[in-house]
């Protein structure tokens, strides 16, 4: 429990100015975490006036309130029961007078595609692998406790990351069901990292970890009005994380401010012997990605408009809000700055994922434990095929199947695809874009908003018109930041570029974060009342 002490230390957190202005709900007033940042948490702790346990104890009691009563935002799969064990022994280094770094005693909840060598299930949401105990943490995961980070929960997602059904719903799975919007509870959560998104913008933890193999941190983050950044593949290492494709996929901060996410990336990032990809990131790691952080950092960059949403007047007015705050910020537009060749990858990105999971994922399953069975794509297809009531009572697996039909990767139709797909959105696409306008980086929407979640008629996706496809297939950087909101649906702009160039995206977003300060905390509506 939280100490009298506690409570009124984190409450002087809310009335200090740790809560943004807006419609809250009884259950948001009552929480005096609430909006809190890594760095409110740090004062608190070193001064003595928070402990680790209390601030975890706290999150877990907004977890236990919100996630299966209430609302029932269906966020978290399971917590950790070690979490209050693992943030005693962090106040009690605390004590000796040593600390680890920003993260020291902060609770963070990860993914259930990352693996976690404890108590808790990794399953990427299937029960296919329920009871999956990982014989060793994620090279991530790794860096987070050597961090002094709090593993607290599990977080849900939709399940295999979205990669089993072209008709299924965003942040739905066998295990977890389906997570919900903390904005408007009936609608989408978006992408597959929707229950890292939909936790975070709760304020069921202090910061998130999510995945991204095209869109599945930017369009969650979009939907659930948070800051969510994809990192240059390569920067943060996959190894122990289920795989839908090594060449797009990378794990990513998910947080409420872009100065959490700074601080959570420095901890993501390094190099990693067991993940080849990271060797590409010597040389171009930062020491402390919070360096970054410059409130002026708008003044004199020059910014692209690579499109606009093309198809939705409300998602563009949010983009046009977005370039006159960027421009009253001293950044020089450039508008319009087209990829010339948007618009021209056809089926070469599906091509290359589909071929890349079944070779990736029968990889992986070959280096679970004995005690789980599915070893293959196949006996996952088989699997989901006997438990049909249970694991496909609204989406089939025809991405799976897809999948399985496909060769191997030295097949000369994956190796096409692979090259057409770097050629259209790395040379002639984004570095080409950029060098024509220098650029120092382009700017776009993020997603459309949250449509209804359909399991009855499939779909429940993040709305479209987004900007994630190109910097995700060229394995880019890319990050957004909440812009606005309809009807209380928040909405996002995305600011991407060069390979390796986080500390500039870092630099914007921050400067249009402060300029701005537009995100607002969840009210948890049921539905939308528009008669």
């Known amino acids: ?80 029961p070690e979490a209050l064990a693992i943030a005693d022994a962090l106040d009690a280094e605390r004590r000796r007078g040593r600390t680890r770094g920003p993260l020291h ?49 599990k977080a849900n997602l939709s399940e295999w990351a979205n990669f089993r059904s072209t008709r299924s719903s965003s942040g739905w799975s066998g295990r977890g069901r389906q997570c919900r919007n903390p904005y408007v509870l009936d609608r989408t959560p978006s992408g597959s990292s929707a229950g890292s998104a939909t936790a975070v913008s709760a304020n069921l933890c202090a910061v998130a970890v999510g995945t991204e193999t095209d869109g599945s941190i930017i369009s969650p983050a979009n939907a659930c009005g948070v800051v969510g950044f994809k990192p240059t593949v390569g920067l943060v290492s996959r190894a122990g994380i289920v795989p839908i494709a090594h060449s797009q996929d990378t794990a990513g901060p998910m947080c409420r401010s872009v100065a959490d996410a700074a601080a959570l990336l420095t901890a993501l990032a390094g190099v990693d012997p067991r993940d080849p990809a990271t060797a590409q990131a010597e040389g171009h790691l930062a020491k402390d990605y919070t360096a970054f952080l410059d409130a002026s950092g708008l003044k004199g960059a020059r910014i692209g408009v690579q499109a606009r949403s093309g198809n939705n007047p409300i998602v563009d007015k949010v983009v046009e809000q977005a370039i006159a705050v960027l421009k009253a910020q001293g950044a020089e537009i450039v508008d319009p700055a087209p990829i010339e060749t948007a618009g021209q990858l056809g089926t070469n990105e599906r091509d290359v994922l589909q071929y890349e999971f079944k070779a990736d994922l029968n990889a992986y399953l070959a280096t679970m434990p004995a005690s789980i069975k599915p070893r293959t794509l196949a006996d996952l297809i088989a699997f989901n095929a006997a438990n049909e009531a249970r694991e496909m009572p609204f989406f089939g697996q025809e991405i ?16 096409d695809a692979r090259a057409k797909c770097i050629d259209l959105t790395r040379t002639k696409g984004i570095d080409a874009t950029m060098d024509k306008f220098k650029l120092d980086a382009m700017l776009g929407p993020s997603g459309g908003i949250a449509s209804l979640v359909d399991l009855a008629g499939g779909g429940g996706g993040g709305g479209g018109g987004g900007s994630s496809q190109f910097p995700a297939v060229a394995g880019y950087p890319h990050i957004t930041v909440p812009a606005g909101s309809h009807f209380g649906l928040p909405l996002g702009v995305s600011f991407y570029g060069r390979a390796w160039s986080e500390p500039v995206l870092i630099r914007l977003a921050y400067a249009f974060e402060q300029a701005t300060k537009a995100r607002r905390a969840p009210a948890f509506t049921p539905t939308l009342a528009l008669s």
Request: net charge neutral; no cysteine.
């Open 1 to 80: 429990m939280v100490s009298r002490r506690e409570f009124a230390e984190l409450a002087s957190l809310a009335v200090a100015g740790a809560v943004l202005p807006g419609s809250r709900s009884r259950a948001q007033q009552s929480f005096a975490l609430e909006e809190t940042t890594i760095a409110q948490l740090q004062d608190g702790l070193k001064a003595g006036r928070l402990t680790a346990r209390g601030v975890t104890q706290a999150y877990l009691d907004r977890i236990a309130a919100l996630d299966r009563q209430g609302p029932a935002l269906r966020a978290v799969l399971e917590t950790n």
């Open 105 to 153: 005693g902060i609770p963070v909840i990860v993914k259930d595609n990352i693996e976690t060598h404890d108590r808790m299930q990794t399953t990427a949401g299937s029960l296919a692998l329920e009871g999956n105990i990982a014989l060793r943490d994620a090279f991530i995961v790794e860096r987070l406790r050597a961090a002094g980070a709090v593993i607290l929960a």
């Open 400 to 415: 799976f199947i897809a999948s399985e039909a496909r060769g191997p990767l030295t097949d000369q139709a994956y190796l």
